[in-house]
């Protein structure tokens, strides 16, 4: 079956971390793209970074340049989502989305689930 | 960063409606510019790709057209599972910028 799953959600304190999973099953994270995207409660979906198929790229929101690192295991089916120096503001559902590629406008046409993450004291 | 306003924020109409949705983007994305469904508690589904690509699977009620900067969203005929919220979401350049969203309900 063609999913991707994440994990790792929680509470956490400001300024810890915390790392997410996607785990990805039926095709390969070395083919295509993945996104994080993230929402937080009643609010509106918010683009948080990207990680090229190829490993050779990562793109960051402003909002989380600098504590966010997106990286790929060895087997190339789990993306993570390092989260430093968490803030009240990261508090959302993080979901990893499936990017279709540049034929297809770059849209997600595969998410998973979602897992929340909420930062408070 | 490229903004894209979407508007309505809010549509009311009934079901057998014919509703358009418009996004405006601040720079010209030619057609980079896709269009999702999010129902209450659920996870967002893809409706439309590079401007006016019907995704598989997608009933053909929905419609997208524009290039450049304009850009709508239709749905010909509502029927009740179609009342969601509705995001356009620029891909021409990182960051991905998503809509505020248009929520539509049963008038």
């Known amino acids: 079956q063609v999913q991707l799953v994440e994990s790792g959600g929680g509470v956490v304190q400001p300024g810890r971390s915390l790392r997410l999973s996607c785990a990805a099953s039926?095709?390969?994270?070395?083919?295509?793209?993945v996104h994080w995207v993230r929402q937080a409660p009643g609010k509106v979906l918010e683009w948080v970074a990207l990680f090229f198929f190829d490993g050779t790229s990562q793109y960051y929101a402003d909002s989380v340049k600098g504590r966010f690192t997106v990286s790929r295991d060895t087997s190339g089916n789990t993306l993570f989502l390092q989260m430093n120096s968490l803030r009240a503001d990261d508090t959302a559902v993080y979901f990893c989305a499936r990017d279709q590629g540049d034929a297809f406008g770059h849209s997600f046409d595969l998410w998973g689930q979602g897992t929340p993450v909420t930062v408070s004291s | 960063d490229i903004q894209v306003t979407q508007s309505p924020s809010f549509l009311s109409a009934s079901v057998g409606d014919r509703v358009t949705i418009t996004c405006r983007a601040s720079q010209n994305i030619m057609n980079y510019l896709n269009w999702y469904q999010q129902r209450p508690g659920k996870v967002p589904n893809l409706l439309i790709y590079s401007a006016s690509g019907l995704q598989s699977g997608v009933s053909s009620r929905f419609s997208g057209s524009g290039s450049g900067t304009d850009f709508t969203l239709t749905i010909s005929s509502l029927q009740p599972e179609d009342f969601a919220t509705y995001y356009c979401?620029?891909?021409?350049?990182?960051?991905?910028?998503f809509g505020q969203g248009t929520r539509l309900e049963i008038k």
């Open positions: 979401q620029q891909a021409y350049r990182t960051p991905y910028t």
């Open positions: 039926g095709f390969s994270l070395t083919s295509r793209s």
